[in-house]
């Protein structure tokens, strides 16, 4: 095996290593900027506490036949 195979494996760890990190690097800004924002209190899976729970028996919950 010659040096320019070395040398594209190399350089292909290389660019891989680089794609992998910054991946992870965005993965990690991305929770912690939720987590701020959740801390802050502008929770954005907050539901609305005017929404109604909808049992069995509801009549959005019927069949229609």
């Known amino acids: 095996m010659g040096l320019r195979f070395w040398l594209f ?3 292909t760890a290389a660019i891989a290593h680089s794609m992998l990190y910054l ?4 993965i990690s800004d991305g929770v912690d900027r939720l987590s ?3 801390i802050a209190g502008r929770d954005a899976l907050d539901a609305d506490p005017e929404l109604k729970s909808v049992s069995a028996r ?8």
């Open 9 to 11: 494996v190399l350089a």
């Open 36 to 38: 701020a924002a959740s």
């Open 23 to 26: 991946a992870d690097r965005q």
């Open 58 to 65: 509801s009549a959005y919950m019927r069949d229609e036949r």
